[in-house]
């Protein structure tokens, strides 16, 4: 099974910066893409940034201008460098990525989350 490990979410003050890392299991990591969610409390959860396999980039309108989200194949890691942010900005932290199995003569489409990362920003 696919496994997802963010880090680095924590305590920052408004305008801070913050760099979230997640750390994929799969060997194939290179061809699948990957995205950054979040989800605040008695919120849903909602896109944050995405990546694709060749690196073609999209950002929610409310962190566009604040976020890039960039990925490293070698080391199987995606990132999220969150800058200027904002107490809005405060959540859960999820990396996902998805893939698609052929059960059955069906295809499906697959996605992975991982166990998330807080962030909090805060005076």
């Known amino acids: 099974q696919v496994q997802l490990v963010e880090s680095g979410g924590g305590l920052v003050q408004p305008g801070g910066s913050l760099r979230l890392s997640c750390a994929a299991s799969?060997?194939?990591?290179?061809?699948?893409?990957m995205g950054w969610y979040r989800q605040a409390p008695g919120k849903q959860r909602e896109l944050v940034a995405t990546?694709?396999?060749?690196?073609?980039?999209n950002y929610a309108d409310s962190v566009k201008g604040r976020f890039t989200i960039s990925r490293d194949n070698a080391k199987n890691t995606v990132y999220l460098q969150m800058n200027s942010l904002k107490p809005g900005d405060t959540a859960v932290y999820y990396c996902?990525?998805?893939?698609?199995?052929?059960?059955?003569?069906?295809?499906?489409?697959?996605?992975?989350w991982g166990q998330g990362t807080q962030v909090t920003v805060s005076s």
């Open positions: 799969r060997s194939d990591f290179s061809i699948y893409p």
């Open positions: 996902n990525t998805e893939d698609r199995v052929v059960e059955g003569g069906i295809v499906r489409r697959r996605v992975y």
């Open positions: 990546i694709t396999s060749g690196g073609t980039t």
